[in-house]
């Protein structure tokens, strides 16, 4: 196949419009930042971004590269079908539930990152602990998402994916690096805008393409190969509704989401924005499941893609790039690839911006250099996105093994964070002894129970374990125990080492993290940011 021109052409545009976008935002950032503190500027807008741009970067925050790429593959796939595209139920629920739930705790208090109340709670030695699983999940998420990007490149435009890698790598490090939120926020609008508009106008090619059969009868019926409805089968019941609890719970303890409803002018407009999202987020999915039934409709000798199909090629993953060059016109195909550009980048600078935030705010500022001026914390933050990308971006060209290794990480954040956020936010009692606990119990039973695609064998085999292809599967919902056993330790720990140096039944001098306050008082987290310029500030009081 012969280097596509006007492809390459056209994405440079897209490129050079989104830098634009993203420029002109960073340039409307500091007219905007007179008398504003600009570290919160950078990681919160100033908490001054409108309900209509909260709503768009909020979806598009959602609306990823994965999240269009892997609907259409879960629809296609002649194992899974609709029935177990669960990510757009998942996270729009995840949405809702978090503007229902978490949004005024955490915007009433003013908080500026998803870590901040764990440091109020728990100390900054678990806050430093906790840092770590959404960390590396927005890094392997950053890098993921660049190989899905150079993967679809050399699909479509014929071109190397290392280069695709490089420079969208450098696109989405330089405008969030001077523009920060506001940067995010404005390019969010123009990439959502150009997914919808972009994915829409190549359906109706899709559809009526002549090697295509329609698609409401191979819902029901067999043609080319089963019908994409799909089906559940009674045996993985148990594993269909624990990852449908992961996505729906596990989606709400990371700082891209937070970093959105935290900018909102109120806690009101932060809830609505929250829930509008949720529906958005959910009516993005629409084309990217029509593209997955029409793959499964499509007898593929009659294109030039020809036989075998992309499920014999192990292609499937691809499908919505393949969808799009071999079904529909070279100038509409052309517009397909900047609608999957712009999901990747729209996920990919809040991944970037999401890391340097929680490193910059929780790190280095509460841990590293407590008497930070706020510019310092401002490059603080440049430095390591500077860091976190180009890590990300050479960790892309390892594509399988950085999405299996995302996945881990987005399940530890699930059974470890999650846990902990809602003890700290709305179990108030629950102290350092418990999250520690609760933190080494979540990541035992999370690392024990294994991760076949990193080959990884499971130590506990729960019920229904079973060896299929030489490869255990667990088809217990384990995610969700585990996730329950670390709530339920965080709170039993907690209360235990309570009654322990309440009641004298231990020394409190083996009182090391101080709960019973009798060596130190600990200063809340506002009253600490408050004095952070005073040369007297700790996170401890002594009055010895």
């Known amino acids: 196949m012969a280097l596509n021109i006007p492809g390459l052409v056209s994405l440079s545009v897209f490129f050079m419009l989104t830098l634009a976008t993203g420029i002109w935002a960073s340039w409307k950032s500091k007219k905007d930042q007179q008398n504003r503190n600009p570290t919160e500027m950078a990681i919160v807008g100033g908490r001054n971004i409108n309900a209509f741009i909260g709503l768009f970067t909020a979806t598009a925050t959602w609306v990823g590269g994965a999240y269009i790429n892997g609907t259409a593959e879960i629809v296609y796939l002649p194992s899974k079908g609709l029935l177990w595209v669960q990510a757009p139920v998942g996270f729009a629920l995840s949405l809702v539930i978090g503007g229902f739930f978490f949004v005024n705790p955490m915007r009433s208090k003013n908080y500026v990152t998803v870590m901040d109340p764990l440091q109020e709670t728990y100390g900054n030695v678990m806050g430093s602990l906790l840092f770590i699983p959404p960390l590396l999940g927005e890094v392997f998420w950053f890098a993921a998402i660049l190989a899905s990007l150079g993967a679809t490149m050399r699909v479509i435009l014929d071109i190397g994916g290392s280069l695709a890698i490089i420079v969208s ?17 404005y390019t969010d609008v123009i990439q959502l805008v150009f997914i919808t508009l972009s994915l829409w106008v190549c359906i109706p090619f899709a559809l009526v393409n002549s090697a295509t059969e329609s698609i409401y009868y191979t819902a029901t019926h067999q043609s080319y190969q089963d019908p994409w409805i799909g089906k559940i089968e009674k045996q993985y019941l148990g594993r269909w509704l624990d990852d449908f609890f992961y996505l729906v719970l596990g989606s709400i303890p990371w700082q891209t989401y937070f970093q959105r409803v935290l900018s909102a002018a109120s806690p009101g407009q932060a809830r609505l924005i929250s829930y509008l999202s949720g529906l958005g987020c959910f009516s993005m999915a629409i084309p990217s499941v029509l593209i997955g039934a029409v793959a499964a409709s499509t007898d593929w000798n009659q294109t030039s893609y020809g036989l075998p199909s992309p499920l014999e090629r192990g292609e499937s993953a691809m499908i919505l790039p393949l969808v799009l060059h071999y079904l529909c016109p070279a100038y509409i195909s052309i517009a397909g690839l900047g609608a999957i550009a712009a999901a990747t980048m729209s ?21 590293l250099r407590k008497k930070a001026t706020e510019m310092e914390v401002l490059w603080a933050m440049r430095t390591s996105m500077l860091v976190f990308g180009a890590g990300a971006a050479g960790l892309a060209f390892y594509s399988s093994s950085v999405y299996d290794l995302w996945f881990l990480s987005g399940e530890l954040v699930y059974a470890l964070l999650f846990p902990q956020l809602c003890c700290a936010l709305f179990i108030p009692s629950t102290n350092t002894y418990g999250s520690a606990a609760g933190f080494l119990v979540g990541l035992l039973l999370r690392l024990l129970a294994g991760e076949p695609a990193l080959s990884i064998p499971p130590v506990i085999c729960y019920p229904a374990c079973s060896l299929v292809n030489g490869t255990y599967s667990q088809l217990f919902p384990f995610k969700i125990f585990t996730m329950l056993l670390t709530l339920g330790t965080i709170v039993a720990v907690s209360y235990l080492a309570a009654v322990l140096f309440q009641r004298n ?40």
């Open 169 to 185: 790598a450098c696109t989405v490090i330089l405008y969030t690096l001077l523009g920060g939120l506001y940067s995010v926020a």
């Open 505 to 544: 039944l231990l020394p409190r001098r083996w009182d090391v993290c101080n709960i019973t306050g009798g060596t130190g008082t600990l200063i809340p987290l506002q009253q600490m940011e408050k004095q952070m310029g005073s040369p007297t500030v700790a996170l401890e009081e002594n009055h010895d």
């Open 347 to 367: 996920s990919a600078d809040s991944a970037l911006l999401s890391a340097g935030s929680m490193f910059a705010h929780n790190i280095y500022r509460k841990i």
